[in-house]
């Protein structure tokens, strides 16, 4: 099983971006998945998560400009990145869970500038 993280890069704040994981080796189907990040100097931490159920989760910073979202049929999970800080500077990686497996991407760059 492989998740392959992309879409990161450079953006200006007030720009979108749209992150991608694809998981490979098995189907996603409606396993919870998430997306994490660590900032320079920081600790990992939530951005958002999507659920069996098809319900996201979204920490306090990303409610209102990120949303998540899973394609099952494509077995990738996307975060769509609105209104950019530069404070959402981080390396974002994605987040499976199937039957107490747990599957991490190999992280995406974005950064954000003024």
């Known amino acids: 099983v492989q998740l392959q993280a992309s879409g990161g890069g450079s953006a200006q704040a007030g720009d979108s971006l749209r992150l991608s994981c694809e998981v490979t080796?098995?189907?996603?189907?409606?396993?919870?998945m998430g997306w994490f990040r660590r900032a320079p100097g920081k600790e990992r931490e939530l951005v958002a998560s999507i659920g069996r159920g098809g319900s996201p989760l979204y920490r306090d910073f990303a409610k209102g400009r990120f949303t998540i979202s899973r394609d099952s049929a494509k077995s990738t999970v996307y975060l769509q990145m609105n209104s950019l800080k530069i404070e959402d500077t981080a390396v974002y990686y994605c987040k499976w869970v199937r039957n107490g497996d747990v599957y991490w991407g190999q992280g995406t760059l974005v950064t954000v500038s003024s």
């Open positions: 080796g098995l189907r996603i189907g409606n396993y919870g």
